[in-house]
């Protein structure tokens, strides 16, 4: 993807980390990176920058019937590609994420009530932490880093320990790690609940995300 705009540029750091974390590979398609994800949920994502409604919509043929094909647009406003009217065999997946950023801050980590334990699991610059309460995952998260860019992925919290504290938890000790792997600026691909938990960490949202996937 060529790195003209502020927009290529996050997106390409965000993919770039998001693979790095997950060990994945890309190939190109018009341009486009088209990574191989390989996923319970799909087996490529094509991901581009506001390319306009026409190119979209070509693009849109390149997963049309096919249900493991995913086609990624980030813009400042995704509403024209959201409203474009989708050809027989694709279908809206999500609308609802957010690409969002940070300049990362070194702060007090809140502690864990003590009803919870931890473990880590470190692969290089991938770390990935999980809180639990007895046997069961209360929270995790992971973090990569790839030069002095982290991004975070899989941050969840079990429903029934929602709203305790734990996401903010959790993305306070990844960001320590990432901090000490060199990085010093955050980006990921939020969801509508992981915007809200990032936002009140101080991160801001950057581009738009909208998905689609083909369809029988
Ligand atoms: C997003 C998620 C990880 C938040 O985890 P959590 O442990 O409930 O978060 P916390 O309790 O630490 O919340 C910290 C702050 O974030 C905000 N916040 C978190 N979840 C929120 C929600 N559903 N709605 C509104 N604000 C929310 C609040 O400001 C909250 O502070 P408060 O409880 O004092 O008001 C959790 O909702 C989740 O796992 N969702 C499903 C998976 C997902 O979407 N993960 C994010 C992937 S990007």
Do not use: K
């Not at 993919?15 to 997950?22: E, G, P, S």
């Not at 693009?59 to 024209?80: E, F, H, N, Y």
Request: some cysteine.
């Amino acid at each position: 993807m060529s790195l003209e705009t502020p927009a290529h540029r996050m997106t390409a750091e965000w993919l770039d980390t998001w693979m790095h974390v997950r060990g994945l590979t890309a190939a190109e398609l018009d341009g486009w990176p088209l990574v191989h994800v390989g996923s319970r949920t799909r087996e490529t994502e094509l991901v581009c920058v506001d390319p306009g409604v026409d190119a979209f919509r070509r693009l849109m043929a390149s997963i049309a019937g096919d249900p493991r094909g995913m086609l990624t647009v980030l813009a400042d406003d995704i509403g024209p590609y959201r409203i474009s009217r989708l050809p027989p065999g694709v279908r809206v997946d999500r609308d609802d994420e957010t690409l969002m950023t940070t300049m990362l801050r070194d702060e007090p980590v809140p502690p864990l009530e003590d009803d919870f334990t931890f473990r880590w699991d470190v692969d290089g610059n991938v770390v990935t932490y999980t809180v639990e309460c007895g046997d069961a995952v209360a929270a995790e998260g992971t973090v990569g880093v790839l030069g002095p860019v982290a991004t975070f992925d899989a941050v969840e919290t079990t429903p029934r320990f929602q709203r305790r504290g734990l996401g903010r938890h959790v993305m306070a000790i990844l960001t320590v790690q990432a901090m000490g792997r060199g990085a010093d600026r955050g980006v990921l691909a939020a969801s509508a609940p992981g915007r809200a938990l990032y936002r009140s960490l101080g991160w801001d949202p950057a581009l738009e995300m909208l998905s689609l996937m083909g369809a029988d």
